[in-house]
């Protein structure tokens, strides 16, 4: 009997989802966004699940080294880019492409004196969300100074990111496209801009590559879709097992602070999974689960390791049932997410190490 949480992976899903965003971009190469651990699906695996993408992104060079380090080969571009000369002559070493954002990438690109060369390279270019990004009018002067580096060896694409992306028809995404596609003319470079949001509603931004994370692993951008309605397949299924049921008489209380009290004789369930394993304290007295097919709500507070389950509507429940935390077509990570008050994005990437990831195919 599993009486641990395990996060079921699904590697026909990402393939099917990967294949979406092929739907959506037919004509764009896909760079896919395997950061924070494939939003917490596991790095690797999702790496050679999803083998037929074109490059992979992830935040941190760190990240990277991971990959080189597990025979991952293909172009892996480096979001956060390198902060000195030590990381970006690392990050040739192992053919690694760290995003030029800044003007003091400049200068190190300038000062690198090396033999390995960088194929792959990307300038990410600021277009109106003001996070990272060299000013557009100062990409022309950026691309004579990196014309001149020793170690970039081929050309060099624009890359932007959309502040808004998931407000569908948001006059920003326009302007911040428009600035960028001036450039792409003015300078004849490919353009990388898309995240998922982008390129499922607003086609013109797809151009030659596109960079979706989210959508990859089955899961909506959009606050009023889930993945499903996309046509996408969500990857994930979080799952755990009832550890103890036991009877409570009326007025007895439930979990830290006695904040939930039964208001009649009930059965109550305990579950292996608490926000030590990144299910949030705030589904308190909010999440539900699923047993036996059945919506369960999630009653008291949210402990380390356990959650407890009012199950009055599921009478047949017993120790060693399965539950569903999320990944379930009447519990979606979307669902759960919004109950926290925050995006899925979230969930995922927080899952914590301890709880397993399972592969399965289809
Ligand atoms: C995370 C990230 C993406 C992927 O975005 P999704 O919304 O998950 O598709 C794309 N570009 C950048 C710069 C990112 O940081």
Sequence with gaps: ????????????????????????????????????????????????????????????????????????????????GVSDLNELELAAKHKL?????????????????????????????????????????QVEQALSVLARSQVIDGPI????????????????????????????????????MANSAALISLSQSQQQWVRPGLMLYGVSPFDDKCGEALGLKPAMQLVSSLIAVYALKAGDEVGYGGTWRA???????????????????????????????????????????TICIDLSACPDAAVGDEVVLWGHERLPVEQVAQQIGTIAYEPLSVLAERVRREYHYG
Excluded at 268 to 276: D, F, L, N, R
Excluded at 278 to 305: E, F, T
């Design 97 to 137: 492409s760290p995003v030029i954002h800044h003007q003091h990438h400049l200068e190190l690109f300038s000062q690198i004196a090396t033999s390995d060369k960088m194929s792959f390279c990307w300038l990410m270019v600021e277009t109106g969300m003001h996070r990272l990004g060299i000013a557009a009018e």
């Design 1 to 80: 009997m599993q009486t641990f949480p395990v996060a079921r992976i699904d590697l026909a899903a990402l393939k099917h989802n990967l294949q979406q965003v092929r739907h959506y971009a037919p004509e764009s190469q896909v760079m896919a966004v395997i950061k924070a651990n494939a939003y917490g699906h596991g790095v690797f695996e999702v790496a050679r699940a999803l083998e037929e993408s074109d490059a992979f992104a992830v935040a941190r060079l760190s990240e990277g080294l991971l990959l080189r380090r597990n025979g991952i080969g293909k172009p892996i571009v480096i979001l956060e």
């Design 157 to 192: 694409g624009l890359m932007s990111h959309f502040a808004n992306a998931d407000s569908i028809g948001d006059v920003r995404n326009e302007s911040q496209l428009t600035v960028m596609l001036q450039l792409a003319e003015q300078t004849g470079l490919e353009v990388c």
């Design 263 to 305: 208001s009649k004789d009930q059965r109550v369930g305990v579950v292996s999974i608490g926000y030590g394993d990144g299910y949030s304290r705030h589904l308190s007295a909010k999440g539900h689960v699923i047993i036996h097919g059945i919506k369960l709500p999630v009653i008291g507070r949210v402990s380390m390791d």
